[in-house]
């Protein structure tokens, strides 16, 4: 019998997450009656006492509408994991039975873990040794296989899109060659999806390895038949054939996660500035895709998957997450959930359509 549910936002954070917590909170209470509790900063407020807090029906009122997470949010707190100093050595210590052991002193019945890839692998380990959690999908980078779509990454790629119509215009008045780096991780769903809205002349991304003689040749072409400017649109993990990516942090760090990407943006438009002779600037558009209002799609969807997380607890399948499959809320194991990366097909349709209307990814 459920009396008391509690809610976590865990990794990056996205447009949405405020949505899901809003929907969770309303319909827990109303629905069912509990109590909802809301653990500050991933899975580290089950590490303090003081990470927890009542939340009711007031403290979700207004939003709906906002970005980031009224809980708080980090990409560093795996319990499996947890940094500790020891001497001046930071070492990493299993914290996993403790953070169970407050969750059952709190009285807590269920854990709602809202979060991407690296937030549902704890929470499908943390199901494993018997904490009663469902997870729910968050990520701009749309990259977890068992769902259609995550929540935010509509919101990260309008605002890629209406960066890519604002590069057009300062492109056009300067007769430049314009490089826009996006955010994905090892995914290309970002750039693929802004820079087909966008109309980019040229995009990369990690699941094709680009050439860049082919791009130079592209953008020579557009530039002999009368074009000016040019707009391409780099996902951050993408590479050249034969080369890797482009790191900021290539493993462990203190101030984020073990891999950090970084750099493309850089080198694609002093490669490209090189072979086209045209000047060229890139912009890295960082942490705005994770910033803001969600879109009408976002709101709506994390609204849907807050809903179905707490039918979840109230049906006690422990061990799920929700999902988005064709129209429908859904729900997966977590094992199922964190088995496979959605990736850009290299064949797919919406490739296809890219280049059908003339834009290269460099093959
Ligand atoms: O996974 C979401 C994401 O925004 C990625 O697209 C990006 O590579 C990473 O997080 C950035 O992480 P941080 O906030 O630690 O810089």
Known sequence: MIDSIAISTGGGDAPGLNAVIRAIVRSAIKEYGWEVYGIETGFDGLLETSGVRRLESKDVRGILQEGGTILGTTNRGNP?????????????????????????????????????DGTLCIAHELFKKGLPVVGVPKTIDNDL?????????????????????????????HHRLMVLEVMG????????????????????????????????????????????????????????????????????????????????????ARQLGLCTGMEARAVVLGHLQR?????????????????????????????????FKGRRVESVSLEEATANQNLVDPEGEIVRVAEKLGVTFGR
Not at 186 to 194: D, K, R, V
Not at 304 to 323: N, P
Request: aromatic share 10%; glycine share 14%; hydrophobic share 45%.
């Open 185 to 268: 991780r090892n995914a290309g769903w970002i750039a693929l999806h802004s820079g087909v809205a966008g109309g980019a002349d040229a995009i990369v991304i990690p699941e094709i390895p680009f050439e860049l003689e082919i791009i130079c040749d592209h953008l020579i072409a557009r530039k002999r038949r009368g074009s000016r400017f040019s707009i391409v649109v780099a996902a951050e993990g993408a590479y050249p054939k034969g080369g890797e990516p482009f790191y900021m942090q290539k493993s462990g760090g203190k101030d984020g996660p073990a891999v950090r990407f970084g750099g493309i943006g850089m080198w694609l």
């Open 291 to 323: 910033g803001g209002s969600p879109t009408t799609f976002d709101r709506f969807l994390s609204t849907r998957f807050g809903v179905g997380a707490v039918e979840l607890v109230a049906k006690e399948k422990f061990g799920e997450m929700v999902c």
């Open 145 to 173: 296989a068992a769902t259609d779509v995550t929540f935010g990454f509509d919101t990260a790629v309008a605002t890629a899109t209406d960066a890519l119509d604002k590069l057009h215009t300062t492109a056009e008045s």
């Open 80 to 116: 499996f994991e947890y940094p500790a100093k020891v001497g001046s050595k930071i070492v990493k210590e299993d914290r996993s039975d403790e953070l169970i052991a407050n969750f059952k002193s709190l009285g807590l019945d269920a854990l709602i873990a809202i979060g991407g």
